[in-house]
């Protein structure tokens, strides 16, 4: 497993305590310092979550550069460039399980249920 994710993030943060309690101590890969690539985003977002769900849209780049008014008219390609260019527009944290599912973003119970 791989946990991705913004140290000073209180639900990155939040989800690394949680996973450590459950007996997965992992360290995090820092977003910002080292964003997901192109080709990591283009498998990542095969495992069936929209593209969309991967964008931080509480995110101060997300807002400053207007996407949720350009998203839905632009193409995935360049939706997926944003994405690898730029750590802090993507949704965080993220879970890469050992059999190739991705979870988006920290939600206790579906954490959970990956896990069991």
């Given at each position: 497993?791989?946990?991705?994710?913004?140290?000073?993030?209180?639900?990155?943060?939040?989800?690394?305590?949680?996973?450590?309690?459950?007996?997965?101590?992992?360290?995090?890969?820092?977003?910002?310092?080292?964003?997901?690539?192109?080709?990591?985003?283009?498998?990542?977002?095969?495992?069936?979550?929209?593209?969309?769900?991967?964008?931080?849209t509480s995110g101060q780049v997300?807002?400053?550069?207007?996407?949720?008014?350009?998203?839905?008219?632009?193409?995935?390609?360049?939706?997926?460039?944003l994405l690898a260019?730029?750590?802090?527009?993507?949704?965080?944290?993220?879970?890469?399980?050992?059999?190739?599912?991705?979870?988006?973003?920290?939600?206790?119970?579906?954490?959970?249920?990956?896990?069991?």
């Amino acid at each position: 497993m791989q946990l991705i994710g913004y140290p000073p993030c209180s639900t990155c943060k939040k989800a690394a305590k949680w996973l450590s309690e459950h007996g997965h101590d992992l360290p995090m890969r820092d977003i910002k310092a080292q964003p997901p690539t192109l080709e990591e985003l283009t498998e990542w977002t095969a495992a069936g979550l929209e593209l969309k769900r991967w964008f931080n849209t509480s995110g101060q780049v997300y807002r400053a550069l207007g996407l949720k008014d350009k998203l839905p008219a632009m193409p995935r390609g360049e939706q997926l460039a944003l994405l690898a260019g730029d750590g802090m527009l993507v949704k965080r944290p993220i879970l890469l399980l050992d059999d190739g599912r991705v979870l988006v973003g920290f939600k206790e119970r579906e954490w959970q249920a990956a896990l069991e």
